[in-house]
């Protein structure tokens, strides 16, 4: 049994009653983001390899590991998470398929070698945030979501250094950022092939991107249909409540869901 810190917890990976995951609302907690670009990421199935930068607590190895046998490596430049990350690894008995590397995603493709996965994902910082009072007064929380120790440049740069040519990155993000992301994107060879939209409710505005890139890909976009989390009522959509809870659970998506 692994040892929990301080105010950790266990849940169980949403309806996966055999995955469990590790949590601290103080530290860090999955969000419905990670779920989304689990989801939205196509991977090899028993061949290849694949790295997920910004890993947190692993959890989106943990995601893509009930859909795949390939090799994952997660990387966490936070000791403390990196330490969640390792634990949530043995919890799941997952240390012959996912290793978790304590890492700056800055340089890292020099350390371990250029170009080795078929894919990299990744749930980076979004906001880029010069004005101290307006962060997150939590040091974890801070340099997860706003971008203290790398820029969008910096993750775009090293997912390029990290994948194939031809080889698939995935990432989420904040909309109000994507001409930037594309643009970035460009200079590092990472054509992008698939952009869907997440919005709150239908009558709302997106907040959340999900965007897939290729590395030295021809020119060729595809907009997927928009996802909607809430309904009118403020439940979960049945879609959503599928990609959350699988098919059992979408009949459960009402009031009784707990909301990520």
């Known amino acids: 049994m692994v040892e929990l810190r301080d105010d950790e917890r266990i ?21 419905i983001d990670a779920v989304l670009l689990a989801h939205f990421t196509y991977l090899p199935l028993t061949r290849g390899k694949l790295i997920d930068l910004c890993t947190g607590n692993g959890v989106i190895p943990l995601f893509l590991s009930k859909r795949s046998k390939v090799p994952m490596t997660g990387v966490e430049i936070q000791e403390r998470l990196y330490d969640m990350a390792v634990r949530n690894v043995q919890l799941n008995e997952l240390e012959d398929q996912i290793d978790v590397l304590n890492e700056d995603l800055k340089g890292l493709a020099k350390k371990i070698g250029y170009h080795r996965y078929d894919l990299v994902t990744c749930n980076p910082p979004y906001f880029r945030t010069a004005d101290l009072d307006k962060r997150n007064n939590n040091e974890h929380l801070a340099i997860a979501r706003h971008e203290i120790y790398c820029t969008l440049e910096d993750v775009l740069k090293s997912c390029s250094e990290l994948v194939k040519s031809g080889g698939k990155v995935s990432m989420v993000h904040r909309p ?10 460009k200079e590092y060879r990472l054509e992008t092939k698939r952009v869907q939209f997440v919005h709150p409710k239908r009558d709302r505005e997106s907040n ?5 890139f290729i590395r030295d890909g021809h020119p060729e976009m ?10 009118d009522d403020g439940n979960y959509t049945e879609e959503v409540a599928k990609i959350l809870y699988g098919e059992e659970g979408s009949r459960l998506h009402g009031s009784n869901s707990k909301k990520l």
């Open 176 to 185: 109000n950022r994507l001409a930037e992301i594309m643009e970035s994107a």
């Open 222 to 231: 595809k907009v997927l249909p928009p996802i909607y989390i809430h309904d």
């Open 11 to 31: 849940d169980y990976l949403l309806a996966d009653q055999k995955r469990r995951i590790i949590q601290s609302q103080s530290v860090f907690a999955f969000s």
């Open 208 to 212: 959340i991107v999900l965007i897939e």
